[in-house]
C-alpha cells in the first residue's frame, strides 16, 4: 500500500492531539488499569504492562459513558460512539430473522470484522451482545485499529474488549422503566448483582442476574417519515414521497391483467368490486396516498424482546503469584411478533366458486375477461394477520483460566472457554403452497364450494382434506381453510465454540534506553454448527416465503503469537522512542496456514505529546455460514456476454463453499495524543486510518457473475466451473454461492477531545468524540456520504458526540448532543437526493443520598424525525424522544 504524501503530512500534523480521561479515553494510559492491585489489561496488545504505550489507538468507555443515555444493551451503548454504525439492533433488523441481536459494527464494515472479546477471551456470545451483563460491565475498551497479530481472525476494522468488574464486592440493585412519547417502545428492567471476599481475602466469588422486558414500537402511524419510498413520477423522474402504496396489491385483492398491470379495482373489504383507492399521484404500479398498503406499513418500528441473563465468577489466590478462577453464564431471549404479510398473485379462473353473480357483472362490465390475477395482501391470516416471526436464543458458557506472576517481570496466564448457543425460531402463518393454490381454485359443486381438484370424482388427481379459500375481501379466509392452508417453519440449531489460549509476557533483557517487552502464547479454537432439527414442510421446500434449511460444519484452528517493543531512545521527561513488532501464525483445518502481523512504534516527547503509528496485515477467516450455508435453489433470467444473448429459466445455486480463503486486509494508523502540563485535565487525540480490505467474502447476482467472469477471463466460458454448460454452449446452472470478489477500503479521522475540572463541590467534564469519513470504497466506487437506510455500507461523513457532565455526591446531571450528517439518500438519479443533517439532544439527571440513586434520562429531547426511508436506518434516530428513569441500590 502507498501513502501519499499529502496523507502522511496530514497524519503527522493531527498526531499532536491525544485522548480523553483514562475513564473513557483513548490516552496513553487509557487501555491500561493501572492501579496497583488490580490486573493490567492492554487491550490493543498482548504486552500486559502498566505504563506501555501500545501503537494502536485504543478508546475507552468507562463508567460515566456506559451510563449516558441509559442504553438497554453494550452493542447501543457502542452505538452513540461515531466509530460504530447500528448495523444490527431491535430497531434496524425488525424484518429478518436475525432480529433482536446486537452487534458491534466498527466503521460500517460489518459485525464479522469486528472483533468483540470478553476480558481478553473469545467467547461464544460473541455475535450478540445482549448476553454480556451490563450491571457488571467495568469499562470497554476499543481498539479502533487492526489488531489479528495480537487477537486472531475477525480483528479487522478493530477489537471491543469488554472488561467485567471482577473484585465486585457488596450489593448492587436496580429497577428502571422507559416509554417513547408516542407511548409505545415500553420496557422494564431489573438488575441484582452481589460479591463477597472469602479465605481471608484470598478468594472471590460474585453473582448478578439481570432482566429486561421490551414491548416494541409496533406501528408506524406516528412516524410518517418511515412509511416512504422511492417514486417514479409521470415525467419519468424519481422522487422521494410519503405514504407510496402499491396497486398491484390490496388487502381485499386487487385485480390484474395477465402481465400484471392494473385494472384499478379492488375487492373491497367486504367482499364487493369497487375502485383502487388512489392516492394523488398514480404512475405504472404505484400510487402516493390513498388507501391502499405498503408491505413495510405492517413492520415494526423495534421488535420486542424479552432477556434473561445470569453470571457467576469465582476465583482464588493459590499463592500470592498464582489465581485460579471459573465464570459461568447463561442467557436467554425470546419474542413472537408480527412479520410483514405475504403477498401473492395468484389466478382467477371465471368460475371460480367464491364469484358473485355481482363480481362477474362488475368484471365483465370493465372488460375482465376470463382469467384474471388477483394480487392479494394477506394480513388476515391467523392471529394478528400477518406473518409472526418467533424465536428463542439461549446461551450457556463456561470458562476456567489461571494467571500469575514470576521474577520481577513476568505474568503468565491460560483459559479454556466452552460456549453453545441453540436457537430456535420460526415463520408462521405462511402458505402452504400446493394447498394454497388448489384451495383457492374452488368452483361450485351443487351450490357448494368444492376444490377443483375435487370436483370430478373421476380423477385421481385429488386431495379429499382440501379446503376452499375465498381471498376475495379481507377476513374472508375460513378458520378452516387457514389451519389447512397455512403453515409455518421452524429451526433448531446450535453453535459450537471451544476456544483455549496461554500466553507469557515479560521483560527478558534490557537495552541502552530501557526493558525489551516479550510476549508469546497460543491459541486454539474449534467452532462448529449442528442443526438439530428442520420442519417437514421446509425439507420440502413446501412453504410460500421462508423453507428453513440445515446448515451443519465446522473448523479448527491452532495458532502461534509473538510481540516484541524495544526501546530506543529514553531520554527523562525529554524523548522516548519505542518500536514494536507483532506476528501470528494461523493454521486452519478449512483453508491452511496464514500469517497476520504488525509494526508500529511511540514517540513520547516531553511526557505531554505521543506520537504513534502502526502498519498492519490482518485477516478474518471465513464463517460457519459461509463454509457450510445449504444449497439453495433459484431459476431466472440472465445475460450471457459470451454468448451475446439473454437466456431464460437458468438454475442459479446457491449456499456455502468450502474453498472459500480467509480475506486479508491491511491497516495504517498514524496518530497521536497531546496532554499539555500547563493544562491539567485537558487531552485531545486524532489519529487517521486507511483499510484496505482484499479478497471479501460476499455474493453477487447471476448477471454480476456473468458480467464479472467475462471481464476476468473472456476465453473461459466456464469460469473456471462456476458456469455449467450444456453441449451447445447454453448455460446449464450457475453456482452463485459465497465467493472471494470484493475489495473494500476506507479512510478517516478519529477525533477526540475532553478537559475536566473541579467545580465547586465537584467535578465539571467537557468531552467531544468525531469520526469523519474520507471515503468507503467498494470495488471502487465510494459510497460514503449516501446515508439512506436501504443502501448498502450506509455511512455518514461525519459523526459526533458532545457531553458536558457535572457530578458530585449528592447531584449529577449531563447533556450530550448527536451529530450525524447528512448526504445523499441513494445513488440513484432522485431529484429530492438529499438529506439533512440530524442533531439529538440527551438529558441525563442523578439524585443520590445514602446508597440510592434515582435516575432519569431523556434522549432525542426534541423529537428530531428520522429522514424518509420505507424500511429503517442505521444512522438516525427512528424511535423519536425516549423517557427513561430508575433507581439504583448500592451498599
Same mark, same amino acid.
Given at each position: 500500500m502507498k501513502v501519499t504524501q499529502s496523507c502522511w503530512l496530514a497524519g503527522t500534523a493531527l498526531s499532536m492531539l491525544v485522548s480523553l480521561t483514562p475513564a473513557y479515553a483513548q490516552a496513553d494510559t487509557a487501555a491500561t488499569d493501572t492501579a496497583s492491585d488490580q490486573e493490567i489489561v492492554v487491550s490493543g496488545s498482548r504486552i500486559q504492562r502498566e505504563g506501555f504505550d501500545a501503537p494502536t489507538p485504543t478508546t475507552v468507555i468507562g463508567e460515566a459513558e456506559l451510563a449516558l443515555g441509559n442504553r438497554p444493551s453494550i452493542a447501543q451503548v457502542l452505538n452513540d460512539a461515531p466509530?460504530?454504525?447500528?448495523?444490527? &439492533?431491535?430497531?434496524?433488523?425488525?424484518?429478518? &430473522?436475525?432480529? %433482536?441481536?446486537?452487534?458491534?459494527?466498527? +466503521?460500517?464494515?460489518?459485525?464479522? +470484522?469486528?472483533?468483540?472479546?470478553?476480558?481478553?477471551? !473469545?467467547?461464544?456470545?460473541?455475535?450478540?451482545?445482549?448476553?454480556?451483563?451490563?450491571? @457488571?460491565?467495568? !469499562?470497554? /475498551?476499543?481498539?479502533?485499529?487492526?489488531?489479528?497479530?495480537?487477537?486472531?481472525?475477525?480483528?479487522? #476494522?478493530?477489537?471491543?474488549?469488554?472488561?467485567?468488574? /471482577?473484585?465486585?464486592? %457488596?450489593?448492587?440493585?436496580?429497577?428502571?422503566?422507559?416509554?417513547?412519547? !408516542?407511548? /409505545?417502545? #415500553?420496557?422494564?428492567?431489573?438488575?441484582?448483582?452481589?460479591?463477597?471476599?472469602?479465605?481471608?481475602?484470598?478468594?472471590?466469588?460474585?453473582?448478578?442476574?439481570?432482566?429486561?422486558?421490551? @414491548?416494541? #414500537? *409496533?406501528?408506524?402511524? /406516528? !412516524?410518517?417519515? *418511515?412509511?416512504?419510498?422511492?417514486?417514479?413520477?409521470?415525467?419519468?423522474?424519481?422522487? @422521494?414521497? +410519503?405514504?407510496?402504496?402499491?396497486?398491484?396489491?390490496?388487502?381485499?385483492?386487487?385485480?390484474?391483467r395477465a402481465t400484471g398491470v392494473p385494472y384499478n379495482l379492488v375487492f373491497n373489504p367486504d367482499g364487493n368490486i369497487g375502485a383502487f383507492p388512489l392516492g394523488s399521484v398514480t404512475q405504472g404500479a404505484t400510487t402516493v396516498g390513498g388507501g391502499g398498503q405498503n408491505i413495510f406499513d405492517y413492520v415494526a418500528v423495534s421488535t420486542p424482546y424479552d432477556r434473561i441473563n445470569l453470571f457467576g465468577r469465582a476465583s482464588y489466590d493459590v499463592t500470592d503469584s498464582l489465581k485460579v478462577w471459573a465464570n459461568f453464564s447463561y442467557h436467554r431471549m425470546s419474542a413472537n411478533y408480527r412479520f410483514f404479510p405475504e403477498t401473492p398473485a395468484v389466478v382467477i379462473m371465471p368460475d371460480n366458486a367464491f364469484l358473485t353473480q355481482a363480481n362477474r357483472n362488475q368484471l365483465a362490465a370493465a372488460g375482465v375477461v376470463g382469467p384474471f390475477l388477483l394480487g392479494r395482501v394477506m394480513d388476515d391470516v391467523g392471529e394478528d394477520g400477518a406473518m409472526k416471526f418467533k424465536y428463542s436464543r439461549r446461551n450457556l458458557e463456561g470458562s476456567i483460566g489461571f494467571s500469575g506472576t514470576f521474577g520481577d517481570s513476568w505474568n503468565y496466564e491460560g483459559y479454556y472457554n466452552h460456549g453453545e448457543i441453540r436457537l430456535n425460531q420460526g415463520l408462521n402463518n405462511q402458505r402452504i403452497k400446493s394447498r394454497f393454490t388448489n384451495g383457492v381454485d374452488a368452483v361450485l359443486v351443487g351450490g357448494t364450494p368444492t376444490c377443483r381438484i375435487n370436483a370430478d370424482a373421476s380423477t385421481t388427481n385429488n386431495d379429499p382434506s382440501c379446503v376452499p379459500i375465498n381471498l376475495f375481501g379481507n377476513g374472508s379466509i375460513s378458520d378452516a381453510a387457514a389451519a389447512w392452508a397455512f403453515g409455518g417453519s421452524q429451526i433448531i440449531y446450535t453453535i459450537k465454540l471451544d476456544a483455549a489460549g496461554a500466553s507469557l509476557s515479560g521483560q527478558p533483557f534490557s537495552t541502552w534506553a530501557g526493558p525489551v517487552d516479550i510476549a508469546i502464547g497460543t491459541d486454539m479454537r474449534w467452532e462448529e454448527q449442528v442443526t438439530n432439527y428442520v420442519d417437514p414442510l421446509s425439507q420440502a421446500n413446501a412453504l410460500g416465503t421462508l423453507n428453513s434449511s440445515a446448515t451443519n460444519g465446522g473448523f479448527n484452528v491452532k495458532e502461534a503469537f509473538a510481540e516484541v517493543n524495544v526501546p530506543l531512545l529514553d531520554i527523562t521527561d525529554v524523548l522516548k522512542l519505542e518500536i514494536n513488532g507483532a506476528a501470528r501464525y494461523s493454521d486452519y483445518s478449512t483453508s491452511g496456514g496464514i500469517w497476520s502481523w504488525k509494526t508500529g512504534g511511540t514517540l513520547r516527547i516531553a511526557n505531554d505529546l505521543l506520537l504513534r503509528a502502526v502498519y498492519s496485515r490482518d485477516i478474518r477467516s471465513p464463517s460457519i455460514t459461509e463454509y457450510f450455508l445449504t444449497r439453495s435453489t433459484n431459476i431466472g433470467s440472465v445475460v450471457d456476454p459470451f454468448q451475446g444473448t439473454t437466456q431464460n429459466n437458468v438454475v442459479v445455486y446457491g449456499g456455502g463453499n468450502v474453498n472459500l480463503t480467509p480475506e486479508i486486509s491491511h491497516t495504517l494508523t498514524l496518530g497521536g495524543s497531546y496532554s499539555p502540563s500547563f493544562a491539567r485535565g485537558l487531552r485531545l487525540s486524532v489519529d487517521y486510518y486507511d483499510i484496505d480490505i482484499d479478497n471479501v467474502i460476499t455474493t453477487v447476482t447471476a448477471n454480476d457473475i456473468l458480467q464479472q467472469c467475462f471481464r476476468n477471463a473472456p476465453n473461459d466460458p466456464t469460469c473456471g466451473g462456476t458456469i455449467a454448460r450444456e453441449a451447445n454452449g447454453t448455460i446449464g446452472s450457475i453456482t452463485n454461492g459465497y465467493r472471494n470478489l470484493a475489495n473494500y477500503r476506507t479512510r478517516g479521522l478519529d477525533i477526540e477531545a475532553s478537559y475536566r475540572t473541579p467545580l465547586g463541590n465537584g467535578n465539571l467534564t467537557f468531552r467531544a468524540l468525531a469520526n469523519h469519513v474520507f471515503n468507503l470504497k467498494i470495488n471502487g466506487a465510494d459510497v460514503s456520504g449516501i446515508v439512506g437506510g436501504d443502501t448498502a455500507f450506509s455511512t455518514p461523513k461525519w459523526r459526533g458526540t458532545g457531553t458536558i457532565a457535572f457530578d458530585n455526591d449528592s447531584f449529577g446531571a449531563n447533556v450530550r448532543v448527536r451529530y450525524v450528517a447528512g448526504g445523499d439518500y441513494s445513488t440513484l438519479p432522485i431529484i429530492n437526493n438529499g438529506v439533512s443533517s440530524r442533531t439529538y439532544v440527551d438529558l441525563g439527571v442523578q439524585f443520590k443520598t445514602g446508597p440510592f440513586t434515582l435516575f432519569g434520562n431523556v434522549n432525542n429531547l426534541f423529537d428530531r424525525d428520522p429522514p424518509i426511508t420505507p424500511y429503517t436506518n442505521p444512522n438516525y434516530d427512528v424511535i423519536g424522544r425516549y423517557m427513561s428513569a430508575g433507581v439504583k441500590l448500592n451498599f
Open positions: 466509530q460504530f454504525r447500528a448495523t444490527s &439492533t431491535p430497531s434496524t433488523t425488525p424484518g429478518n &430473522t436475525s432480529s %433482536g441481536v446486537s452487534t458491534a459494527d466498527m +466503521r460500517g464494515l460489518g459485525a464479522v +470484522r469486528t472483533l468483540t472479546l470478553l476480558n481478553g477471551h !473469545r467467547f461464544a456470545g460473541a455475535n450478540d451482545l445482549n448476553i454480556v451483563p451490563q450491571s @457488571l460491565v467495568k !469499562r470497554i /475498551d476499543v481498539v479502533t485499529g487492526g489488531a489479528s497479530a495480537a487477537w486472531g481472525s475477525g480483528a479487522v #476494522a478493530g477489537v471491543v474488549n469488554i472488561i467485567l468488574d /471482577d473484585d465486585f464486592t %457488596g450489593w448492587r440493585m436496580g429497577v428502571q422503566s422507559g416509554i417513547s412519547s !408516542r407511548g /409505545d417502545a #415500553a420496557r422494564y428492567g431489573a438488575d441484582i448483582a452481589w460479591g463477597t471476599d472469602f479465605a481471608g481475602g484470598r478468594g472471590h466469588f460474585m453473582v448478578a442476574g439481570e432482566y429486561m422486558k421490551e @414491548l416494541g #414500537a *409496533l406501528s408506524r402511524d /406516528d !412516524r410518517p417519515n *418511515l412509511e416512504s419510498g422511492v417514486f417514479q413520477r409521470p415525467d419519468g423522474r424519481l422522487e @422521494l414521497v +410519503r405514504d407510496p402504496n402499491s396497486t398491484q396489491l390490496y388487502n381485499g385483492g386487487s385485480i390484474l
